[in-house]
């Protein structure tokens, strides 16, 4: 009898499983636009998406005056600032309807930095004050009583007091800190309006304070944004973070991070994680250590960045896009609205529950009225060069939906025949189920075609290969 060469000898099947599982990111590179996808493809098989159904945002039903300037949420109110033939006019609007007047301010095209201050009538006796609630505006330096029957908009100071130039500004230890150039400010304790600083004479902890920061920093340059995270007040440059300690006047800055953000509209906090954007890279910094989360999005420009936090979820709007992008924290995954409005995004913010977008075209869309919607997305082909071997003997996928969804998966050879594979609906609410099918495909350059409708959510899908060692 001949022997055949060893090397020419079957070699026994084995066994595998490929698990593509996770789904932390949305990788556009691939072609990709978004977890409610609409006819979408070339989606990375290794890195797909959560597909989680959100409808468009859908339009306030009102267009402001003028050229858009910059939105935002202050309590029960929607605060819009437009530039009407180079005068700025604020709009308020409470339960959907606006209030309009002309400011007495020189800046016209400048996005507002918008605070909620709450004075108490007497700081020295805890007891027997009440707290009045303000919207402060900057750089105007005007305020909203929020305590108001009517809303109206006049200037913080009456003029006896002199209020230093801020650009940005937050709220924290009843103070109101303010950046402008290089320069940090911090009010006196519990008046907005206050700003003396300590002299040889009178110091105080409740005195303002302020500082340039290039003397004990290593970073010089001047400040972007700044806000309040983890109990301390967080000033970006550029390249650079810096972090306020001390709870009372006068106050220390300290370095905190290597990296920086670009414009204070691009920061936003959600779920204990704050995140923000440089010109090429978006950064979720968790109060230890600071993570890159933009290579998925796959753009290398992200000037004029806009972000807003909403129902968990991080709201980044890319110019260069002309996309608005999710990122959930508790999943690590991206994703993408879909187009919605005319033009482009002038401005966003959020209430904690919904998220509002200002339009170029002065039009305001919310996510209030989003809802369930049908999905559609084309896992890229598995060709013998990615995937190895062509065999599968198996598909399962985990998922979670709530009532009223469906899911159906095909099967799309080379030639474009598409077979069905497996379908799946829901009759309850939160139903979280593993689906698994046989799979062999014959072609083996195939795609997965995914269609869904309704609450959806894909956490984890796995591929039993057949795997010879021969490959």
């Known amino acids: 009898m001949t022997c055949m060469p060893k090397s020419h000898l079957p070699r026994p099947a084995t066994k595998s499983l490929l698990r ?15 977890p409610v996808l609409s006819e979408a493809s070339g989606i990375d098989p290794a890195r797909l998406p959560e597909l989680v159904s959100a ?31 180079g005068a700025p006019f604020c709009t308020i609007i409470r339960d959907g309807v606006p209030h309009t007047s002309m400011l007495n301010s020189p800046y016209t095209d400048v996005p507002r930095s918008v605070v909620r201050f709450n004075q108490y009538s007497d700081p020295n006796d805890p007891l027997s004050g009440v707290y009045r609630h303000y919207a402060l505006v900057f750089p105007d330096a005007l305020c909203i009583d929020l305590d108001a029957t009517t809303p109206s908009i006049s200037p913080l100071s009456d003029g006896s007091a002199s209020l230093p130039s801020i650009q940005q500004a937050c709220v924290h230890l009843s103070r109101i800190f303010g950046i402008d150039g290089d320069r940090l400010y911090a009010s006196a304790f519990n008046d907005p309006t206050d700003w003396d600083l300590d002299t040889a004479s009178d110091t105080g902890a409740a005195n303002a304070w302020a500082t340039t920061v290039q003397s004990n920093t290593r970073a010089t340059g ?12 967080h000033c970006f440059k550029e390249g650079f973070c810096h972090i306020v300690n001390n709870t009372r006047n006068p106050f220390r ?3 905190l991070l ?3 953000a670009a414009d204070a509209r691009s920061l936003a906090e959600v779920d204990g994680k704050l995140f923000f ?33 909403a129902a968990g979820l991080y709201y980044l709007y890319l110019p260069t896009a002309g996309r608005v992008f999710t990122y959930s924290p508790a999943t690590g995954s991206w994703g993408a609205l879909p187009p919605f409005g005319t033009g482009a995004v002038v401005s966003l913010c959020g209430d904690g529950q919904h998220c509002w977008f200002l339009m170029e075209n002065g039009e305001i869309f919310s996510t209030e009225q989003s809802g369930s919607t049908a999905f559609s997305c084309t896992a890229a082909p598995f060709t013998p060069g990615e995937i190895r071997p062509y065999r599968l003997s198996r598909i399962a996928l985990l998922l979670t939906a709530g009532e ?4 159906s998966l095909s099967v799309r050879d080379s030639s474009g025949r598409l077979s069905p594979l497996l379908s799946f609906s829901a009759d309850s609410d939160a ?3 593993v689906i698994s099918k046989p799979f062999t495909p014959a072609d083996p350059c195939f795609s997965l075609q995914f269609s869904g409708e309704g609450p959806l959510c894909i956490h984890r899908m796995e591929l039993s290969v057949l795997q010879s060692e021969d490959d």
């Open 222 to 233: 001047d400040f972007t944004a700044l806000t309040v995270f983890d109990g301390h007040v």
């Open 431 to 433: 139903t979280r189920t």
């Open 55 to 85: 409808q468009a945002p859908a339009s306030l039903g009102l267009t402001l005056l003028g050229t858009p300037v910059s939105l935002h949420s202050i309590g029960a109110l929607l605060i819009a600032f437009t530039n009407y033939f």
């Open 20 to 34: 593509i599982s996770g789904f932390s990111s949305l990788d556009r590179r691939s072609g990709a636009i978004g």
């Open 404 to 407: 009223g969804a469906s899911l």
């Open 277 to 309: 954007a440089d010109h090429r890279q978006v950064y979720c910094y968790n109060g230890s250590e600071v993570l890159p989360i933009g290579d998925p999005l796959a753009i290398d420009n992200m000037d004029g960045a806009l972000a807003a936090a």
């Open 253 to 255: 800055v300290a370095d």
């Open 258 to 260: 290597s990296v920086g």
